[in-house]
Structure formats: C-alpha cells, structure tokens
C-alpha cells in the first residue's frame, strides 16, 4: 500500500503562485504512475497534471497547460505541481493520486491539500 501527503496549499491572489507537494511513503515501488487532481465545491473530481515512473513524459489538462508543471523527485518519492499565472477557477482541494494496481487507474490517494485564489 502506498501512502500519500499533500502540502503547500493556501490563499493566493489572482496571478500569483504555489507549489504543492506530495510525499508517497510505503509500497512506493508498487506505483506505475502518479498525478495530481482537483476538486471544486459541486464538481467531480478532474485530472490536472500526471506521468509514468517509467517515462519522462508528462500529461496536462488543457485548462492548466503552459501554467502548472508537474516534476519528481525519485530520490526523496516527492511530486511537485508548481502552480503559476493562477485563476479563481483553480480554486479546489488538490489531490496526490497513484496508480499501484491496475494500469491506468487511480486507487491511491492522499486527503487533498486546499488551494484558494482570490480575485
């Protein structure tokens, strides 16, 4: 079993920036892929940002491309989303999520981090 830690959440203005950060501990070496969702009051959660251990590839919802970046650290099992140029629409709980048992699905989490832009 994998276990997941978000940080780094807060209050913003528009425009500005946050890095979050997650620490994966456990069956670390389980995980095939990892990713950072969101979730807003009355919304489903949605993809943000993800890759495969195994890649160098990185994966981008449209709505946060060319603003959050996604980057690891294997050494330390650290995920980073570094969040900039941030909209009140990116106002939502932002989850760490791991794919360890089945290819392309989801089924680790961490208890979500909250992230607040002002306006």
């Known amino acids: 079993q994998v276990q997941l830690v978000e940080s780094g959440g807060g209050l913003v203005q528009a425009g500005g920036s946050l890095r979050l950060s997650c620490a994966a501990s456990?069956?670390?070496?389980?995980?095939?892929?990892m990713g950072w969702f969101r979730q807003a009051p009355g919304k489903e959660r949605e993809f943000v940002a993800g890759?495969?251990?195994?890649?160098?590839?990185?994966y981008y919802a449209d709505s946060v491309k060319g603003r959050f970046t996604i980057s690891r650290d294997n050494a330390k099992n650290m995920v980073y989303l570094q969040m900039n140029s941030l909209k009140p629409e990116d106002t939502a709980v932002y989850y760490c999520?791991?794919?360890?048992?089945?290819?392309?699905?989801?089924?680790?989490w961490g208890p979500g981090t909250q992230v607040t832009v002002s306006s």
């Open positions: 890759f495969r251990w195994s890649t160098s590839n990185t």
């Open positions: 456990g069956r670390t070496f389980s995980t095939s892929a």
């Open positions: 999520g791991a794919q360890t048992t089945i290819p392309g699905t989801y089924d680790s």
